[in-house]
Nanobody, 121 residues
Framework: QVQLVESGGGLVQAGGSLRLSCAAS????????MGWYRQAPGKQRELVAA???????NHADSVKGRFTISTDNAKNTVYLQMNSLQPEDTAVYYC???????????????WGQGTQVTVSS
């Protein structure tokens, strides 16, 4: 069984910063991609940023230049550094990972429980 545990959300004023962390644990053989999604009230879940096992990153246009995704492969952990936060960044942020477990030939999609980020104006 694989689990993703997120931390680092909270309340911040516009212009402030937060750093989200997501640690994957369990019977992990390999991680293909780790990423962050967000879902604001009344809106669809959207990709914020993702990073492949090779280190290739992708950031949504709305966060480019403000958010940075990074990983610590030794700890199976992905981070999202969020700077210059704006009220429109308010959402529940979810960690996502594509993982192959020990003894499996399948790649499975895992999600964290979500962490609330609220940016006040």
């Amino acid at each position: 069984q694989v689990q993703l545990v997120e931390s680092g959300g909270g309340l911040v004023q516009a212009g402030g910063s937060l750093r989200l962390s997501c640690a994957a644990s369990g019977s992990i053989f390999s991680i293909q991609i780790m990423g962050w999604y967000r879902q604001a009230p009344g809106k669809q879940r959207e990709l914020v940023a993702a990073v492949t096992s090779a280190g290739t990153t992708n950031h949504a246009d709305s966060v480019k230049g403000r958010f940075t995704i990074s990983t610590d492969n030794a700890k199976n952990t992905v981070y999202l550094q969020m700077n210059s936060l704006q009220p429109e960044d308010t959402a529940v942020y979810y960690c996502n990972a594509i993982i192959q477990s020990h003894g499996s030939i399948r790649w499975d999609d895992y999600w964290g429980q979500g962490t609330q980020v609220t940016v006040s104006s």
